[in-house]
């Protein structure tokens, strides 16, 4: 069974959501999504200062099997990638919701939740797919 | 879907199963990395029971594989001595890769691919009736890869009694049958090792006393990075009916000198008299990314190409893959990864065997 934190939202494209203290929003990919895509070995997160809008590709996630794109759930503007995934990509399979996270980014407008879902929905989710 | 006599045992160690060819087979148990590096540096094992074992017995063998084949079987003269080898269709086009043992002279033994299996058999009995050649596909049989530097000391005392003082002074490239067990020193991953071949009803037993001996299940996943690095092709990636041996980097396998006649051998002499268009090369991706099949490859002068097969090297810590390439190809490439252009330099494979990197960084 995947880990699946209740403090996070998601998406049907197995990001997860963080928010943060500071009203910024940290992104990743979930345990399952990891899982799926196998030893991650390539990672390409977005510099900070660029602007995205919810839907837009951001990060890049190469496994041994196949590469992925990343959504950003939300609009907003990059404030940090994750260096560290540079040299150790394999983060994001050890550590997928702490030292694993892909980048930060603060929102603009409302940080539309309509789409996200909690974590009960996604698993519901992730149990359907497979 | 078909399953291998080891399917229980893939399910209880926790594997991922996909369909590979209509078969249910073990992609990764945990870490596709970890089980490759544990056959690079230790021991590990594969379930290849869904490729075929065929069996091919009369007074005709040897004359029916020397026209089927572009590898000589000329070239075996000892009992029990493995060849490499291509089978052509009349155009060249590569039907299959296969493994001959040569057992006696009224018994070699075919290992073919899983995919393939279906049609090679058709192919070889349209040609084996006439000689009197009885073609005996082996789906009763198990087959066991266990490789790597510590792989024959950790199987030895495995083996049936009477395979193993035989099996332990048995030659690179040679196999052995010893009762109903098959026990051969080849492989698919650039390491030393055995491929065992056992009666499908005992394939359990010797996969459990294997994991306790400390031999890592690795799934298909290692298996395609493992040979990758070995330089060793994948049929229906790296070559298929629409290309030659020529243009698959398999030269070496294919004999035009003497008289003998095969399958596909005017058509390589053709081939070699015009000098072939495409070439197979080796590739280094010099920047970040991942080579994968089916990528674009551009060339300075001499026109495009393709990524026929690409992963992550866990052994160079790079990105690796053959591409079919116009012959004129120098020695350095550029892969369209994702839309952008990244630079990759020609080598020749292999890029990693015997737990050690062959080629420059």
Partial sequence: MSNIPGDLRYTKSHEWLRSLPDGSIEIGISDHAQAALGDLVFVEVPEAGRVLSAGDACAVVESVKAASDVYSPVSGEVLAGNDLLATQPEMINQDPYGQGWILRLRPTGAAGGADLLDAKAYAAEVASAS | ?361
Avoid at chain 2, 79 to 104: E, H, N, Q, T, W
Avoid at chain 2, 134 to 145: F, G, K
Avoid at chain 2, 150 to 174: D, I, V
Avoid at chain 2, 196 to 208: D, G, Q, R, S, V
């Fill in chain 2, 1 to 361: 879907m078909r399953r291998t006599p080891l399917y229980d045992q893939h399910v209880a160690a926790g594997a991922r199963i996909v369909d590979f060819g209509g078969w249910e087979m073990p992609v990764v148990y945990g870490s596709q990395i970890e089980e490759h590096h544990a056959v690079r540096r230790d021991a590990g094992m594969f379930d290849v029971s869904h490729m075929c074992t065929v069996d091919l017995r009369g007074a005709g063998v040897r004359a029916l594989l020397s026209h089927l084949l572009a590898n000589d079987v000329g070239r075996l003269t000892t009992p029990g001595k493995a060849l490499y080898s291509c089978m052509l269709r009349p155009d060249a086009g590569v039907i299959d890769d296969l493994i001959v043992y040569f057992l006696d002279e009224r018994w070699f033994r075919l290992v073919v691919n899983a995919g393939t299996a279906d049609k090679d058999l058709a192919w070889i009995r349209e040609r084996a009736a006439v000689l009197g050649v009885a073609v005996v596909p082996r789906r009763d049989l198990a087959m066991i890869a266990v490789q790597g530097p510590q792989a024959r000391a950790k199987a030895a005392a495995l083996l049936p009694e009477a395979c193993r003082l035989p099996a332990a002074a048995l030659g690179n490239f040679f196999g052995l049958p010893c009762d109903e067990w098959f026990v051969a020193r080849t492989g698919y991953t650039g390491e030393d090792g055995y491929e065992i071949t056992l009666p499908a009803e005992e394939a359990p037993a010797l996969w459990n006393a294997l994991l306790a001996a400390g031999v890592k299940p690795c799934g298909l996943g290692a298996r395609d990075t493992l040979r990758l690095e070995a330089g060793m092709n994948l049929y229906g990636n790296d070559m298929d009916e629409t290309v030659s041996p020529f243009e698959s980097g398999l030269a070496w396998t294919v004999v035009l000198e003497g008289t003998r006649d095969f399958i596909g051998k005017a058509a390589l002499e053709a081939q070699r008299a015009a000098g072939p268009t495409r070439k197979l090369v080796g590739l280094l991706l010099l920047e970040r990314g991942v080579l994968r099949s089916h990528q674009r490859v551009v060339t300075d002068a001499a026109g495009e190409g393709e990524v026929t097969s690409g992963t992550f090297s866990p052994t160079l810590e790079r990105s690796i893959g053959f591409a079919r390439v116009p012959a004129a190809t120098g020695g350095s490439v550029n892969v369209d990864i994702r839309g952008r252009l990244l630079p990759a330099r020609v080598v020749k494979p292999p890029f990693a065997r015997n737990g050690s990197i062959k080629i420059e960084l």
